[in-house]
């Protein structure tokens, strides 16, 4: 992420003021059971090296560590204050400091699995294209990618910036996070560059309430029944897993 995007993002205090290690989120759960599937496909290896980016805290990595006790784990986050968090967390794993530019230089060997969760929306277009074709450069031939975001099945991109009210009562600046690229967009930024791409539904299982922060998300129910995620952008949060086979 580079220095400006830093600035833009707003959600930072988010993994420092919730400890996200003692529970596990059920976008974890999901990918672990894709992980699952792709191992007993002989797809991926059960000693597989895995990188995270954006890991925050080293949340996901600690807990597909506990799931698959063979992969050897690695994890890059801008933050220096969430890195040293992730350290203490989960000793067993390598984290660095940087953002995808730095990803080129971060291994020594290719990855078999690649993972961005919750990510690739503080990007604009170029951006986000970039980080994607890094994550690519950085994984091995037939590696799998996982980036976890909103994605329009409709052909529309959205690029969203937001602002709130902090608790001293003052506006902050205008922030990142939230941006939308479709089904299109992505299948031409890849193109020939990759095997295979599909998006995979995530639906929340259970009902979620309204945290402090209104950026977060919540569920609200719908006319047949079924939850939806929304939150205070006034957004339907239509979350799905990108996987893409290099």
Known sequence: MQKDKIASYRGFDTYTKTDHHTYVKENFKKLGDLIEKKIKANLLPEKALVLDVGCATGALINYLSERFTGFEFEGIDVSEELINIAIQQVPDAKFYVGGVSELSSLHEKPFDLVLCIGVIGIFDEDEAK?????????????????????????????????????????????????NIYSYRTIGEW???????????????????????????????????????????????????????IV
Not at 155 to 177: F, L, S, Y
């Open 130 to 178: 970039d980080a994607i074709y890094k994550m690519i450069d950085c994984a091995k031939q037939s590696g799998i990618i996982y980036i976890f975001h909103q994605f329009n099945e409709i052909d529309i991109d959205v690029m969203v910036k937001h602002r709130r009210v902090e608790p001293g009562n003052k506006w902050d600046g205008w922030g990142a996070g939230w």
């Open 190 to 244: 890849l193109g020939d560059r990759v095997r295979e791409l599909k998006f995979i539904d995530f639906n929340m299982p259970f009902p979620l309430e309204k945290q402090e922060n209104p950026v977060r998300t919540w569920t609200i129910e719908m006319g047949d029944g079924s939850l939806r995620l929304t939150n205070g952008l006034k957004l339907l949060v239509d979350l799905k897993f990108l996987e893409i």
